[in-house]
């Protein structure tokens, strides 16, 4: 992490979240090494955590997790794909985070909540702007959320694929890349674009929407109202179809398709040929615009990714330029369908991270009153 | 222009600046403020200076550029579109810079020197990867350049429209806008991402490749070997085809289709409502993936956006995510042709806008000595 604080400066600042706890300092072995050896600052994780939800379309989750990754505790359900009110959902977040967020609530340890949705959010506010497969359009997911939950710690929402990438870059398949393209696939696709460890956002945090770019303009409409987005050609409806099953099947159908393939079901193997084709040819857009070291599937794209990893990589060295080609590895996620819940607490972390000594500053000032 | 630096290490820089003779401090009125006026810093363009270069495929040009945007001598010269071998283009740009570049050859204030080439461009070394309309594929022209130009300054190189983009944002259309999209077309079509100022370059230099972005994979076979780039539908041969012109006539052949769909030639207008819709359609899909405040339309884009800018519009109303589609305005550069010029005028800047106390140190121990 670069934080462009000095050596002393960040002395001072790990001599401080030692003394609050927050963080355990151990000595690092000296490795061989001359000098005197630097110590390895490791995040106590039960001294600082967030709550994360999330809300996808096919289930809701709540989990408490500390700094650093660790989760402490995680419960998911699912839902059903009915269209449901933003007072039933905040109403279920509310039920399935009360077990695990009531002994903490006031706990100054609880640093915040954050929040991963199936939708285009506006980062500012927690405003859910469109949400097409829950049925929503301008809900304040947000500010409702805090109220209902009772809490005075802030709540970050952000779309969940941003999250997923997010924690694909902290905790799993991307750490440490410097440019990665985070691809990710259910009923929607969506996707993150990570450049040094910062994600990309746009002008109101409504970047990265990569399944709404046009592929195929006379084809397929689109839930969003346009005709032909790259979402018509890989998401979950359109590979249902191509392999001969009900289009709302939903994932349990995926799985069921993605195993008629292994076994050589004619229509399933022709599903996944056309998944790969058109995985590559968007990919081959998606590496020409941003030159990414890596690109990560993720959601069914990761279940998926050893039936159509040779086609995608045919693809991409027949349509994508070649100097951005050599550069780029496509790899399967590595944190499952915990990835946006791990990034959901990463973005409710990120007001600590980005200025530590604040966040100490109410606790001293009680230590010294 | 964000420094990182605390105000009293911008006083002391400011100073040494000064000193050097690089900016000039001019009071400011005090505007009414309650205070002791802070002073504005102009930089001195005639005290620091960067050659820039620019290899396009219609014409060569050098200039050579101050601090802070202003021209102080700059010449063009048109070329042939046909494939100049990497000696023969350093040659040409040895020549039409050796009047400009003479007297300040060995000039301490000479900074560096900045190119811009319209292909793919490794941004470490400045090897052109890929240049399919200047018929090149990995020349060394960063190393080329310099060892002929005979100046021991570093030689940076980068696409010329990532460099419009740059230009545009630093002082052109775009000023002080935190998400802009750059597109540019003349044969090829480029673009450029500037986020908070700073420019989407990804893992080695090649981001920004939009012109090949696939949106209409059956369509026609583009040069950078794919199909149904966005390129092949909104490039200088398709819109000249399309106006029942010869593929390659070129700048002046789109000069006077402009003016035939002006005076309302069908074949013509036909033309720009296709380029207008096609414009529409790739702009789409970016503003879903960027999220951007500002787009930006350079190069022929530039001088044909009256025309088209309507149609624009009402596809972007069609076809881009409402969320992303409000925030967002399409206006045509405001630098015209000397854009990339600009811009590699910038980037011969860079390391010393990183890092200014680095470039002060050698004429102080000289003065010390």
């Given at each position: 992490m670069r934080t462009g604080l000095t050596r002393s400066a960040i002395r001072g600042l790990i001599g401080e979240l030692v003394a609050r706890g927050v963080v355990e300092e151990i000595r690092s072995g000296s490795a061989g090494l001359p000098g005197r050896p630097s110590p390895v600052v490791t995040p106590d994780p039960r001294s600082a955590v967030a709550l994360a939800l999330e809300v996808n379309v096919d289930s809701l989750a709540a989990a408490v997790v500390g700094f650093g990754g660790t989760v402490?505790?995680?419960?998911?359900?699912?839902?059903p794909r009915a269209h449901l009110s933003l007072d039933d959902i905040v109403g279920d977040l509310v039920d399935l985070s009360a077990p695990m967020l009531d002994p903490i609530r006031r706990d100054p340890t609880l640093l915040g909540v954050g929040v991963g949705v199936a939708g285009v959010v506006?980062?500012?506010d927690g405003l859910v702007r469109q949400a097409p497969n829950l049925g929503w359009r301008d809900e304040p997911l947000g500010a409702r959320l805090g109220a209902a939950l009772g809490v005075t710690q802030p709540v970050a929402v952000a779309n969940e694929?941003?999250?997923?990438?997010?924690?694909?870059?902290?905790?799993?398949?991307?750490?440490?890349?410097?440019?990665?393209?985070?691809?990710?696939?259910?009923?929607?696709v969506g996707g993150n674009v990570m450049i040094d460890g910062r994600p990309l956002v746009g002008a109101a945090g409504y970047a990265g929407e990569i399944g709404h770019m046009p592929v195929n303009p006379s084809g397929r409409r689109c839930g969003c109202g346009s005709h032909g987005c790259w979402e018509t050609e890989i998401g979950e409806p359109a590979i249902l179809s191509l392999a001969g099953r009900p289009a709302d099947g939903g994932r349990e159908a995926i799985a069921e398709v993605i195993a008629a393939a292994r076994a050589g079901e004619e229509r399933a193997s022709a599903a996944m040929e056309h998944l790969g084709t058109w995985l590559g040819i968007g990919l081959a857009g998606l590496v020409n615009i941003f030159d990414p070291s890596l690109v990560v599937l993720g959601g069914m794209f990761e279940?998926?990714?050893?039936?159509v990893a040779e086609r995608i990589d045919a693809v991409l060295d027949e349509r994508a330029l070649p100097a951005s080609r050599e550069l780029v590895t496509v790899v399967p996620a590595a944190l499952g369908a915990d990835g946006p819940v791990l990034g959901a607490a990463e973005l409710a972390f990120e007001p600590f991270l980005a200025d530590p000594a604040a966040h100490l500053r109410p606790a001293r000032s009680v230590a010294s009153a």
């Open positions: 402490h505790g995680q419960v998911r359900v699912d839902r506006r980062r500012s694929a941003d999250l997923g990438g997010l924690a694909e870059h902290r905790r799993g398949a991307a750490i440490g890349a410097d440019a990665v393209l985070h691809v990710t696939g259910e009923v929607g279940r998926i990714h050893p039936l």
